[in-house]
DNA sequence: CTGCCAGAGCTTTTT
DNA sequence: GCTCTGGCAG
């Protein structure tokens, strides 16, 4: 098979392709082909006879990584990739630090931990210390491991990152400190790792055990790191690390778009990708300006966003895909009728567009409440991401704590987890259990086992699952034997569905050889929960939303103290970087681009109702760039119309906002309800976007149970559907 | 010690 | 609206 890289690749994309060696950064603006440009750079290393296994590809998430793979192997036209060396910098780290923990001081095992259980820690670092006791000021636990965090991937002490961003909590300074100590003596005690021990601890393998870099280095020929401006100074150290000591001129491919950083929150650092050609000697910089995904009106807008902060790689997008359509930018009355314009939008655009190609984006999760509300109520499927993970539920946590404990018998997190399930064991015994177990007081343990019959069971799978070597799979069927009944007592309103995404994990759990792997997969790069199940419109927050693409976004809560977020608006890098976000937001678009700004908000504290302003980012926009809605009184949207340009006095923002003619906005016409004729099962009706579909029941007060050809059964609100 | 209730306080983004 | 904490009864 042959491939036409020339053809097939602009000027820019061909040359990043087809270098092959020596250091090169890639700058790679939105939609320019940079996935097309790493797909063909790969195939051709694999023509030119690098074997796969010789390749690292370090990407932001797996998905992105096997999405590249699987399209270079379409390429190539046979598979074989499957030994390219990839994943995220984390996935990777641990891969190594599992195969050398011995050398670190972790014979007992040592487990990925997630937040959850690093803030079980932290509680138990307090407890010991009688830290915090009864002070309500105390910073919450999830504050403390943010701050935490922060210090050690900015590489700042303590003190100073309290005075950049929590000045308030200056007082606990040394609480904290002492706090941070414990947390790290008990993590240790446990055998556990932190996300940001992973990168540490691989810093320290490979420079204090110069044979692992050496062994490892020799293993690579090729690196390729992706979304590089979103690497931290850890991660910049390792990729140098990752190539051969004094190798002047090293195989390394950075990409990445300084416009698009938007993880300076977790340490990220912008100079990474303006310093990686001085890091480098001989750096080829190549840029891709062409984007082959917007249209030229939606990339007006982007750039004019961009317009505000200097660039250093300054550069400005241009594209061929004329549209005469301009982004849109709707002014609801409040973010309760956002929501409402927001689905009446995207019942608009589902004419037009498969609703997997329709995203809605936000700046943080809690802010799509509404919106899956009104969306759930006319019936429209939804996927959500950047919520709660998969492997955040409680009950896939309980079964995820058995195999822990197989691996790794200190783990304290998992058996204050597992433990609290036997009814009458809480945190109290469960530490006095997890301290027997590590000194293997039997007497005790003993004891416990003669008073509770349930403590005797979980104890027997324990053992089993120690003493045994299992698949992930049978251990997982193993455990659930014991667990099945502990569910259904535990969780008596929902276990059917708790019970489908334990089934659910067991699907996931065949594709792994052994535990260890599959544990740190599920912690480091949790994969979506049920994959694509149908036609369903996308809500994602921008971070997750990178890297993705759709026909038509939506963007909303376009307003002050959203987005930009409040905890933002103080320092002016932390304002760049909202900018940036807003940025990667409207760059996902393809053809069609809203943006909601509601005039209100809903205050909770005030439990009343406030004004709202529109976004900074917006007000800066030329007027030409964008058509302007309003909500109206009467239903649905207007244009908003500006004065005949005849210098428009200053200060007054008053365009004359006529009502003008109601807009195509499809807002659901609400019909009065009628109950009195309660239809007959098996009448014809008809909805905006299933189409026609026949009343299988009728679900009082005010819905229908309806099944639709193509759709399945849905449940729908009366006043959205039109009897026949 | 556990488990339940009520009241207070607060909300970013993720590996 | 939701989570965390502290107080209290069993």
Not at 54 to 74: D, N, V
Not at 114 to 139: N, V, W
Not at 250 to 274: C, E, H, K, T
Request: neutral net charge; charged residues 25%; proline residues 5%.
């Amino acid at each position: 098979m042959h491939i036409d890289y020339q053809n097939d690749l602009n000027p820019a994309q061909y040359e990043a392709a087809t270098t092959l060696d020596g250091p090169i950064l890639v700058i790679a603006g939105a939609g320019s082909g940079k996935t097309r440009t790493i797909v063909y750079r790969l195939a051709r290393l694999v023509e030119s006879g690098v074997s796969p296994a010789e390749i690292l590809l370090l990407t932001f998430t797996r998905k992105a990584s096997s999405e590249m793979l699987h399209r270079a192997e379409g390429l190539l036209g046979h598979q074989g990739l499957g030994n390219v060396r990839g994943g995220t910098f984390h996935g990777f780290a641990y891969s190594l630090l599992k195969q050398h923990a011995g050398l670190l001081g972790f014979e007992r095992g040592a487990t990925v931990m997630d937040r959850s259980d690093g803030e079980e820690i932290l509680s138990q670092a307090k407890d010991r210390l009688k830290i915090g006791k009864g002070d309500r000021k105390f910073p919450k636990r999830a504050t403390v491991l943010g701050l935490y965090s922060k210090s050690r991937n900015k590489e700042l002490t303590l003190e100073q990152v309290l005075r950049q961003e929590a000045y308030h909590l200056g007082p606990y300074e040394d609480d904290l400190t002492r706090l941070l100590e414990e947390y790290e003596r008990i993590k240790r005690e446990c055998g556990l790792l932190d996300y940001d021990d992973l990168l540490f601890l691989l810093e320290r393998l490979l420079t204090e055990h110069p044979h692992v870099r050496e062994a490892v280095t020799s293993s690579i020929s090729h690196i390729m790191v992706d979304e590089y401006q979103d690497t931290n100074l850890v991660q910049a150290r390792l990729v140098r690390l990752l190539t051969k000591p004094g190798d002047t001129s090293p195989n390394v491919m950075a990409v990445g778009d300084d416009a698009q950083s938007i993880y300076a929150f977790r340490g990220a650092n912008v100079r990474n990708i303006l310093d990686f050609p001085k890091i480098f000697q001989g750096t080829r910089v190549i840029k891709l300006e062409q984007n082959y995904r917007s249209t030229q009106p939606i990339l007006e807008l982007t750039n004019a966003i961009l317009d505000g902060f200097r660039d250093k790689f300054a550069k400005r997008l241009f594209s061929e895909r004329t549209d005469s359509r301009l982004p849109e930018h709707v002014l609801p009355f409040s973010d309760r009728s956002q929501a409402r314009l927001v689905t009446a939008k995207v019942t608009e655009l589902s004419r037009t567009y498969p609703l997997d190609q329709i995203a809605i984006l936000f700046r943080a999760g809690y802010q799509s409440y509404h919106v899956e509300v009104e969306l759930n109520k006319i019936g429209l499927g939804f996927r959500k991401y950047g919520g709660i993970k998969f492997s955040d539920a409680a009950h896939i946590k309980d079964v995820l704590a058995c195999l822990r404990l197989s691996q790794n018998t200190s783990d304290l997190p998992a058996w204050q987890r597992i433990l609290g399930n036997v009814p009458g064991i809480g945190p109290k015994s469960a530490q006095k259990i997890h301290h027997a177990a590590m000194i293997n007081d039997q007497a005790f343990i003993k004891a416990q086992r003669a008073k509770r019959p349930a403590l005797d069971d979980l104890l027997r799978v324990l053992d089993t699952l120690r003493t045994q070597v299992m698949r992930p799979s049978t251990a997982i069927t193993f455990v659930l034997e014991y667990y099945q009944p502990v569910l259904r007592e535990k969780f008596p309103d929902d276990y059917p569905r708790r019970e489908a995404g334990l089934e659910e994990l067991t699907q996931i759990s065949l594709s792994y050889d052994d535990i260890p792997s599959f544990l740190g997969d599920l912690s480091l790069d949790s994969p979506d929960a049920e994959e694509d199940r149908g036609q369903a419109v996308t809500l994602s927050t921008v971070h997750s939303a990178k890297g993705l693409e759709w026909d038509a976004v939506l963007v909303i809560d376009l307003v002050e103290d959203r987005f930009p977020s409040r905890h933002a608006m103080n320092d002016n890098d932390d304002f760049e970087e909202e900018r940036r976000l807003l940025y990667v937001a409207c760059t996902r678009a393809r053809d069609s681009l809203t943006l909601f700004s509601p005039e209100t908000l809903y205050s909770r504290e005030l439990a009343a109702t406030t004004p709202a302003r529109v976004s900074p980012f917006l007000q800066d926009i030329p007027s030409h760039l964008l058509s302007r809605y309003r909500e109206q009184f009467t239903g649905g949207v207007g244009l908003q119309t500006l004065p005949t340009p005849r210098r428009a006095p200053e200060g007054t923002s008053s365009q004359s906002s006529r009502p003008g003619p109601g807009e195509d906005f499809a807002t659901p016409a609400p019909r009065p309800a009628s109950s009195t004729q309660t239809p007959v099962q098996g009448t014809y009706c008809r909805h905006k976007i299933f189409g026609r579909g026949k009343v299988v029941q009728r679900v009082e007060p005010n819905k229908y149970k309806i099944n639709f050809p193509g759709f399945g059964l849905k449940l729908i609100i009366e006043d959205f559907v039109e009897l026949e």
